[in-house]
């Protein structure tokens, strides 16, 4: 059964930082693209950074420069290190492999940027 299982959310303050981990099935790990996307209150899921199977990042504009996709395939795990982290990030994060067969999400970690 394929999985990916997110973990990493919380509570920090505007200004924090914090690292986002999915665990995913070693089936769809290593010859797939890795995402991570995000879905606030009332607002659509939106893209916010994947990483290809040659660890090549590619990021949405809101978050360059303050967040960092990265892969570690020995562990089958893809981290999102977020910092200098706003209260217009929170959301809920949520992981995404795209296969051949379509794509598998995770129930996704929540993360609340506030004072």
């Known amino acids: 059964q394929v999985q990916l299982v997110e973990s990493g959310g919380g509570l920090v303050q505007p200004g924090g930082s914090l690292t986002l981990s999915c665990v995913a099935s070693r089936s769809i790990f290593m010859a797939n693209t890795l995402a991570w996307y995000r879905q606030a209150p009332g607002n659509q899921r939106e893209w916010v950074a994947s990483i290809s199977s040659s660890s090549a990042p590619r990021y949405a504009e809101f978050v360059k420069g303050r967040f960092t996709i990265s892969r570690d395939n020995a562990k089958n795990t893809v981290y999102l290190q977020m910092n200098s982290l706003k209260v217009e990030d929170t959301a809920r994060y949520y992981c995404?492999?795209?296969?051949?067969?379509?794509?598998?999400w995770g129930q996704g970690t929540q993360v609340t940027v506030s004072s």
């Open positions: 995404n492999c795209a296969t051949l067969s379509g794509p598998y």
